[in-house]
């Protein structure tokens, strides 16, 4: 459970909706446009957009279908609240995903802790109370983003294996689990597996990485997945796509993700 101490984390000033610039989406089931709104405000205002919903069984669709980096469930949905959080722990990609849980009762509590809730929101609500829990799991909700960012980038990309002579290639884009390649070699299927070089923009030394072909297209577009990189290049590689995903936020935002980048590192 979060355990950040929440007195210490300073005010947010609130934004008009849509303003800011999303790296994140969360999901916000609610029947109570109130509460809905009140938690767009406070995520908008830190670059975090929302998708809405009113209704368990769309709410778990969308879990199926979409990625989120965070989700929020109230527990005035009765009953279907905590069927919602137990199907975003078992959808593939959202299953690591922070969700907070807004509650009105001890007894909600206790579900919601049981039902996986990473921290929690009570009754009755205020901006000042939303904004310090938000603000609070707000770290948890980068880290989720940069596991999933994939950041456009073309870099040169040497390809080798065994039995087939040493390949070059084009990335496409790069996130901290593997990468997208265009022209890859005939050879290069689903399930082969390749060693990889690249480098990236502003960074000195290359990165190598044992890897598997997940996908292949008509085009020759190929995902590769790493298996294996090392400890020192896989923490290069991490902060190099925190900054790209910091780039282009406003000052204010930006500062916020700064800090939530440190404390991570720090614990």
Not at 77 to 105: C, F, H, K, Q, Y
Not at 194 to 217: C, N, Y
Request: glycine residues 4%; hydrophobic residues 45%; positive net charge.
């Amino acid at each position: 459970m979060l355990s950040t101490r929440l007195e210490q984390v300073p005010a947010l000033t609130l934004l008009p909706l849509q303003e800011s610039p999303a790296i994140a989406h969360a999901l916000v089931v609610s029947k109570d446009p109130d509460t809905t709104e009140q938690i767009a405000r406070v995520l908008n205002a830190l670059a975090i957009s929302t998708e809405t919903s009113s209704d368990a069984s769309a709410a778990c669709n969308l879990l199926q279908r979409r990625k989120f980096e965070m989700v929020v469930v109230d527990f005035d949905l009765g009953e279907e609240a905590p069927s919602i959080l137990g199907e975003m722990r078992v959808s593939p990609s959202n299953r690591t995903a922070p969700a907070m849980a807004i509650t009105r009762s001890k007894a909600d509590l206790a579900v919601a802790y049981c039902a996986g809730s990473t921290f929690l929101a009570e009754r009755p609500l205020s901006l000042d109370a939303l904004n310090r829990t938000l603000i609070a799991g707000y770290g948890l909700v980068v880290r989720e983003r940069r596991r999933y960012f994939r950041c456009p980038v073309r870099a040169r990309v040497a390809l080798r294996r065994a039995d087939m002579r040493q390949a070059q290639s084009h990335s496409v884009n790069v996130s901290e689990g593997g990468m997208e390649i265009m022209s890859a070699p005939a050879k290069l299927m689903p399930g082969v597996r390749v060693q990889v070089e690249f480098e990236l923009p502003g960074l000195m030394d290359k990165f190598r990485a044992a890897s598997e072909t997940v996908w292949r297209d008509r085009r020759g577009h190929a995902g590769l997945r790493f298996l294996l990189l090392p400890l020192e290049q896989r923490c290069d590689l991490q902060e190099w796509l925190a900054r790209k995903l910091e780039d282009g936020l406003p000052e204010q935002v930006a500062e916020r993700f700064r800090r939530a980048i440190d404390r991570h590192r720090a614990g």
